[in-house]
């Protein structure tokens, strides 16, 4: 094919003996090193530097007048590329909003942010796969995301998340996961619910949690990080 180069064979590089030095400066002998493969450009990936290929049709930008995209969501998109200079930094919160419309960022929603945006759908793609909060694939309704980072691991993370998950059971409808952090460490242990911060969370609450969120009614109240008292009288409240 045009513009393509010949893989060359992957060799070996030799093992060589290390040479440690002890505490005291002595010189200890130790095993040898493992063999790493290498190719024959000094690469261990091979295909890192293959040619692109110039037969391939070109990235396409969907058209307007054949891309049907829901007016709420062309609004809303349109309105985070306002806000900014340049108009790529709207990709996560539009591919937030088409992810709220669809339920993941599936190949329909990609393509109509991208068709908002004048952008091809593979740039999309490529900032939708980076962030774990832009899903991929199809997920349930419900995001129950249990923070399991160093002061939720501390307090009882890894019960809570086993807990939730025995009480959800094989629900599709739920999309349950550990998070790395969730930077609400005054509250620990704790999850997001469906974008609302609740904690902490003791073992007992999960039933109640869970039945909560099935029947569409506020999880834990009393424990959502919103709702809580701040001397900022303008602090709890909805934005």
Not at 6 to 31: C, F, H, I, M, N
Request: proline share 10%.
């Amino acid at each position: 094919m045009i513009g393509r180069k010949k893989k060359k064979p992957a060799v070996l590089t030799p093992a060589v003996e290390r040479t440690d030095y002890d505490t005291r400066g002595r010189r200890e002998q130790s095993a040898p090193l493992r063999e790493v493969a290498r190719f024959g450009h000094g690469s261990r990936v091979p295909g890192w530097d293959d040619a692109v290929d110039l037969e391939k049709n070109p990235a396409e930008v969907p058209d307007p007048a054949t891309t049907p995209v829901p007016a709420p969501l062309r609004a809303e998109i349109e309105a985070h590329m306002a806000k900014y200079p340049d108009f790529h930094s709207a990709a996560i919160p539009a591919l937030a909003a088409a992810q709220r419309v669809h339920g993941w960022c599936s190949p329909e929603a990609i393509w109509q942010a991208a068709c908002v945006m004048r952008l091809t759908p593979g740039y999309l793609i490529s900032v939708a796969s980076f962030y774990d909060m832009l899903e991929t694939k199809p997920v349930g309704r419900h995001s129950v995301y249990v923070c399991t980072n160093i002061s939720c691991s501390l307090c009882g993370a890894d019960e809570l998340l086993a807990a939730i998950e025995e009480e959800v059971g094989d629900d599709p409808e739920f999309n349950v996961r550990h998070f790395e952090c969730l930077g609400a460490c005054d509250i620990a242990p704790m999850a997001s619910v469906d974008g609302i911060y609740v904690g902490p969370i003791d073992l007992d609450e999960v039933p109640r949690l869970i039945e909560q969120i099935r029947d569409g009614t506020p999880p834990l109240p009393g424990k959502q990080l919103h709702l809580r008292k701040s001397t900022d009288p303008g602090a709890a409240r909805d934005v």
